[in-house]
C-alpha cells in the first residue's frame, strides 16, 4: 500500500466521522470508485451512469434517501445535478449524523460551484 493512498484512505475516513457526505473529485479513470468500494465496501453503491440505478434515484428521490439513509455510495454524481438539491434536504434533516454518504464525480464545473 502506497503511503499516498494509505492517506486519501485516512483523510476521507475522517472526514466522513466530522460530516454527514464527503465528496471525491476527480478526472476520469483516476480511481475514485475503487478507492470508494474498498474503503467500503459493505455500503450499498449506486452508479449514476449505469441507467438502472440512475432511474432508480430519480424516479423518487423522497423515496431512495427514506429506503437508504446512510452508508451510501453515489458514484459519477455529475450525471444527476439535481441529486444535490435532494441530498442536502435529507442531510439537513439530521445534520448531526455524519457518516452518511459518499460521493463521486468527475471533474465539471457544475460540481465545484
Keep these: 500500500m502506497t503511503s499516498?493512498?494509505?492517506?486519501?484512505?485516512?483523510?476521507?475516513?475522517?472526514?466522513?466521522?466530522?460530516?454527514?457526505?464527503?465528496?471525491l473529485l476527480g478526472v476520469r479513470q483516476c480511481g475514485k470508485?475503487?478507492?470508494?468500494?474498498?474503503?467500503?465496501?459493505?455500503w450499498k453503491y449506486f452508479d449514476l451512469e449505469n441507467l438502472k440505478d440512475r432511474d432508480?434515484?430519480?424516479?423518487?428521490?423522497?423515496?431512495f434517501f427514506k429506503e437508504f439513509p446512510k452508508h451510501v455510495i453515489l458514484d459519477e454524481v455529475q450525471e444527476v445535478p439535481e441529486l444535490f438539491k435532494n441530498l442536502r434536504s435529507v442531510i439537513d434533516q439530521n445534520r448531526?449524523?455524519?457518516?452518511?454518504?459518499?460521493?463521486?464525480?468527475?471533474?465539471?464545473?457544475?460540481?465545484?460551484?
Design 4 to 23: 499516498l493512498k494509505r492517506h486519501c484512505e485516512s483523510k476521507i475516513r475522517q472526514l466522513l466521522k466530522q460530516f454527514p457526505a464527503v465528496i
Design 33 to 42: 470508485t475503487y478507492l470508494s468500494k474498498n474503503l467500503y465496501p459493505k
Design 56 to 63: 432508480f434515484i430519480t424516479r423518487d428521490f423522497d423515496f
Design 96 to 113: 448531526k449524523q455524519n457518516n452518511r454518504f459518499l460521493i463521486t464525480g468527475s471533474s465539471s464545473l457544475e460540481l465545484i460551484t
